[in-house]
C-alpha cells in the first residue's frame, strides 16, 4: 500500500499541475512557484508531514517537498537560533539541491549547444 500511496500522490500532484497548464494561461514556472508555496504552506501546519509518513518517497519527490523543505529547515533552525535562524537554516536542508541544480547545469551548458 505503500507504494501505491506514493504513486499516487505524485500522480496527483502531475495532474493538478496539467489541469492548471491546460486551463489556465499560467506559465510552468508560475505552476512551479505555486506548488513550492503550497508545499512551505502544509508545512507550516505540520500536514506535509503526514503526507510523508503516508506517502514516503512520493512526497517527497515533487516540487511541493521543496517549499516543505525549505521552511521545515527554517523552522528548526529558528528553534535553536531564534530569529536569525529563519535566515540561515532556509537553505540547510536545501543547499545540497540548489548546489548540485547549479553544477549540473554548468556542466551541462559545456557539453551541450542551446538550439536558436
Do not use: R, W
Amino acid at each position: 500500500m505503500y507504494f501505491i500511496n506514493s504513486f499516487l500522490f505524485c500522480g496527483i500532484v502531475c495532474l493538478i499541475a496539467e489541469l492548471i497548464l491546460d486551463n489556465t494561461k499560467l506559465t510552468p514556472g508560475h505552476i512551479t512557484s505555486i506548488f513550492v508555496c503550497i508545499g512551505a504552506f502544509l508545512d507550516v501546519f505540520g500536514i506535509y508531514d503526514f503526507f510523508i509518513a503516508k506517502c514516503g518517497g512520493g512526497a517527497l519527490l515533487p516540487i511541493t517537498s521543496f517549499g516543505h523543505s525549505l521552511i521545515h529547515g527554517a523552522l528548526q533552525a529558528a528553534e535553536v537560533n531564534g530569529f536569525i535562524g529563519l535566515l540561515i537554516g532556509m537553505f540547510d536542508l536545501t543547499a545540497t539541491g540548489i548546489t548540485a541544480a547549479i553544477i549540473f547545469t554548468f556542466v551541462f551548458t559545456l557539453i551541450f549547444k542551446a538550439k536558436d
